[in-house]
């Protein structure tokens, strides 16, 4: 996809080996409210050949930990190793060895999407085929056309082949599917995934947990500047129970529905459909066999409960979101 293999392909380091490793790593700035704490001893590693999810709600510290590991900013306390070197401190060698996706915002509105990719090109001395990257990634139809008239999505198919440009080997992605189209979302997905295989290592925020959950080798879960959740998308959605039954019912559950539930069972109103508005999703855990789905089914009948949309699904990334909460 970035085109013909070129001597800088072979740059790639092996699959696995530790491209972003951070150690530890604070961050502080002082506000006019005093000293503030953005993040609080966060490490990670980041893999070739991976892709390396950043989660976390609104203000967690996701911005700050990608700006530190591309060396935009530097941390209060830990150490940082992009490519081995300190990227506070890279030559221009490292540099020119990794990607950032800019969001919207960070491209130049004037520009046309092909002088722009042109441009990038030449600043490298083994650029990516830019002719067969826009190709790929649809931005022939408006290649021509300046940024600033381009879709939301437009412009984000256009951050990624700059980032891809300099045929780097960690990427860095924030937010790489907001506001694409299912159809735009699958190309960016399958280049993703064709990076991932060529041995590249991808380090990429979302709010979108499904698309973390089809994408991702490992999840950062961050809150509040700290690591609450790391590990692979099936360590961090299994828990060593059976896959948890869930129903919706027409109304709340009242005390005497909990205090009349089946022993060895335990039933939670799951906050996220709650809160949308729906009807109350119910998450039954403690079923060990078919003897506790009798009993499940002889206590519905029984508090003259229908349940619908019955599941017993594996848990999401979703459901850990959720227990971590915001
Ligand atoms: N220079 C600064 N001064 C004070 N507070 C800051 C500064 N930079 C970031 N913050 C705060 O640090 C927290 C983490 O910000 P950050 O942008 O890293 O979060 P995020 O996880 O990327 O959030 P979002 O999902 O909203 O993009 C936020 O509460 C933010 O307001």
């Not at 951070?22 to 001893?41: A, F, M, Q, Y």
């Not at 990794?98 to 490298?124: C, D, K, W």
Request: proline share 6%.
């Amino acid at each position: 996809m970035l085109g013909q293999p070129t001597s800088a392909d072979l740059r790639l380091p092996a699959p696995g080996t530790a491209l972003l490793h951070l150690d530890d790593v604070h961050k502080s700035v002082h506000s006019r409210t005093g000293r503030v704490e953005i993040l609080r001893g966060v490490s990670l590693t980041a893999r070739a050949g991976c892709v390396t999810a950043l989660l976390g709600p609104n203000g967690a510290g996701k911005t700050t930990t990608l700006n530190i590991s591309q060396g935009l900013d530097r941390p209060s306390h830990g150490s940082v190793r992009l490519l081995g070197e300190d990227p506070w401190r890279a030559p221009s060698a490292l540099r020119s060895r990794v990607g950032v996706m800019l969001q919207e915002g960070g491209l130049p509105p004037s520009a046309t999407p092909a002088r722009l990719l042109r441009h990038i090109a030449a600043l490298y001395r083994h650029p990516a085929d830019i002719l067969a990257l826009s190709e790929r990634l649809g931005i022939d139809d408006f290649a021509d056309r300046t940024i600033r008239r381009l879709s939301g999505g437009q412009k984000q198919r256009v951050a990624l082949a700059a980032a891809l440009t300099g045929r780097p080997a960690v990427v860095f992605l924030d937010e790489p599917s907001a506001g694409l189209d299912p159809i735009s979302r699958k190309i960016v997905f399958d280049i993703i995934e064709e990076l991932k295989q060529a041995g590249l290592a991808l380090i990429l925020t979302t709010h979108l947990l499904d698309d973390a959950q089809r994408l991702a080798d490992e999840v950062i879960l961050l809150k509040h500047g700290v690591v609450e959740r790391a590990g692979s998308v099936a360590e961090l959605t299994s828990n060593g129970e059976k896959n948890p039954v869930e129903f919706t019912i027409d109304r709340r559950l009242t005390p005497d529905d909990e205090a009349t539930v089946p022993q060895g069972l335990t039933l939670t109103e799951v906050d996220s459909q709650v809160s949308a508005g729906s009807e109350p999703r119910v998450r039954v855990s403690g079923v060990q066999g078919t003897r506790d789905l009798v009993a499940l089914a002889q206590w519905w009948h029984e508090r003259g409960l229908m349940p619908e949309q019955l599941t017993m699904s594996d848990r999401s990334l979703e459901d850990v979101f959720w227990e971590v909460g915001p």
